[in-house]
Protein backbone atom coordinates (compact mmCIF):
# COMPACT_ATOMS: atom_id res chain seq x y z
CA UNK A 1 0.00 0.00 0.00
CA UNK A 2 1.28 3.25 -0.90
CA UNK A 3 0.06 6.44 -0.12
CA UNK A 4 1.27 9.93 -1.46
CA UNK A 5 -0.59 13.15 -0.41
CA UNK A 6 0.71 16.49 -2.15
CA UNK A 7 -0.81 20.10 -2.69
CA UNK A 8 0.34 21.50 0.46
CA UNK A 9 1.64 25.11 1.22
CA UNK A 10 1.56 28.20 2.73
CA UNK A 11 -1.68 29.88 2.74
CA UNK A 12 -3.35 32.96 4.62
CA UNK A 13 -6.92 32.60 6.76
CA UNK A 14 -10.01 32.47 4.86
CA UNK A 15 -8.28 30.93 1.97
CA UNK A 16 -8.63 27.65 0.28
CA UNK A 17 -6.24 24.90 -0.19
CA UNK A 18 -7.18 21.96 -2.03
CA UNK A 19 -4.87 18.61 -1.41
CA UNK A 20 -4.55 15.07 -3.80
CA UNK A 21 -3.53 11.91 -2.31
CA UNK A 22 -1.91 9.43 -5.34
CA UNK A 23 -3.15 5.81 -4.11
CA UNK A 24 -1.47 2.25 -5.54
CA UNK A 25 -1.16 -1.41 -4.18
CA UNK A 26 -4.64 -1.77 -3.31
CA UNK A 27 -8.09 -1.31 -4.62
CA UNK A 28 -8.28 1.89 -4.41
CA UNK A 29 -12.05 2.02 -5.71
CA UNK A 30 -13.25 -0.70 -3.27
CA UNK A 31 -11.60 1.12 -0.17
CA UNK A 32 -12.55 3.79 2.49
CA UNK A 33 -10.04 6.29 2.32
CA UNK A 34 -9.69 9.34 5.16
CA UNK A 35 -7.84 12.46 5.78
CA UNK A 36 -6.37 12.51 9.20
CA UNK A 37 -3.88 15.34 10.06
CA UNK A 38 -1.26 15.41 12.86
CA UNK A 39 -0.40 19.22 14.20
CA UNK A 40 2.43 20.04 16.20
CA UNK A 41 3.06 18.23 18.95
CA UNK A 42 -0.53 16.77 18.88
CA UNK A 43 -1.78 13.31 18.23
CA UNK A 44 -3.48 12.32 14.80
CA UNK A 45 -6.68 13.69 14.02
CA UNK A 46 -9.34 12.21 11.89
CA UNK A 47 -11.15 14.49 9.68
CA UNK A 48 -12.93 12.71 7.07
CA UNK A 49 -13.80 9.61 5.43
CA UNK A 50 -14.74 8.48 1.40
CA UNK A 51 -16.65 5.23 1.32
CA UNK A 52 -16.59 3.21 -2.58
CA UNK A 53 -20.51 3.71 -2.30
CA UNK A 54 -20.33 7.82 -2.51
CA UNK A 55 -21.29 8.51 0.93
CA UNK A 56 -18.34 10.61 3.18
CA UNK A 57 -18.41 11.68 6.82
CA UNK A 58 -16.56 14.34 8.56
CA UNK A 59 -15.24 15.62 11.70
CA UNK A 60 -17.17 18.74 13.47
CA UNK A 61 -13.85 20.57 13.28
CA UNK A 62 -13.84 20.93 9.26
CA UNK A 63 -17.58 20.16 8.48
CA UNK A 64 -18.81 22.49 6.07
CA UNK A 65 -15.49 23.53 5.19
CA UNK A 66 -13.77 20.90 3.84
CA UNK A 67 -14.48 18.52 1.00
CA UNK A 68 -13.73 15.03 0.73
CA UNK A 69 -13.55 13.19 -2.77
CA UNK A 70 -12.34 10.58 -4.91
CA UNK A 71 -11.58 9.62 -8.29
CA UNK A 72 -11.18 5.97 -8.69
CA UNK A 73 -10.23 6.41 -12.57
CA UNK A 74 -7.14 8.14 -11.13
CA UNK A 75 -6.55 6.30 -7.87
CA UNK A 76 -6.51 9.93 -6.69
CA UNK A 77 -8.12 11.07 -3.57
CA UNK A 78 -8.52 14.61 -3.08
CA UNK A 79 -9.62 17.30 -0.13
CA UNK A 80 -10.94 20.56 -0.76
CA UNK A 81 -10.19 23.11 1.82
CA UNK A 82 -12.14 26.02 2.58
CA UNK A 83 -12.14 28.86 4.70
CA UNK A 84 -8.88 27.93 6.53
CA UNK A 85 -7.86 29.03 9.69
CA UNK A 86 -4.56 28.86 11.59
CA UNK A 87 -5.69 25.69 13.43
CA UNK A 88 -5.56 23.71 10.51
CA UNK A 89 -2.05 24.20 10.32
CA UNK A 90 -0.79 20.74 10.26
CA UNK A 91 0.77 17.39 8.25
CA UNK A 92 -1.83 15.78 5.80
CA UNK A 93 -1.88 12.64 5.39
CA UNK A 94 -4.36 10.07 3.77
CA UNK A 95 -5.27 6.60 4.70
CA UNK A 96 -6.89 3.19 4.18
CA UNK A 97 -9.29 2.25 6.92
CA UNK A 98 -6.47 -0.37 8.03
CA UNK A 99 -4.28 2.33 8.71
CA UNK A 100 -6.89 4.52 10.70
CA UNK A 101 -7.26 1.19 13.15
CA UNK A 102 -3.75 0.65 13.69
CA UNK A 103 -2.58 4.57 14.17
CA UNK A 104 -0.46 3.80 11.45
CA UNK A 105 2.38 3.61 9.62
CA UNK A 106 1.76 6.45 7.71
CA UNK A 107 2.47 7.43 3.58
CA UNK A 108 3.70 10.62 3.01
CA UNK A 109 2.27 13.88 4.07
CA UNK A 110 2.17 17.10 3.05
CA UNK A 111 2.78 20.28 5.42
CA UNK A 112 -0.53 23.26 5.13
CA UNK A 113 0.35 25.98 7.33
CA UNK A 114 -2.30 28.96 7.38
CA UNK A 115 -0.55 31.64 8.44
CA UNK A 116 -1.04 36.03 8.12
Known amino acids: VQLQASGGGLVQPGNSLRLSCAGSGFAFGNSPLSWVRQAPGKVHEWLST???????SYADSVVGRFTNSRDNAKNTLYLQMNNLKPEDTAMYYC???????????WGQGTLVTVSS
Open 95 to 105: ATEEQIESDGP
Open 50 to 56: SYPEGRT
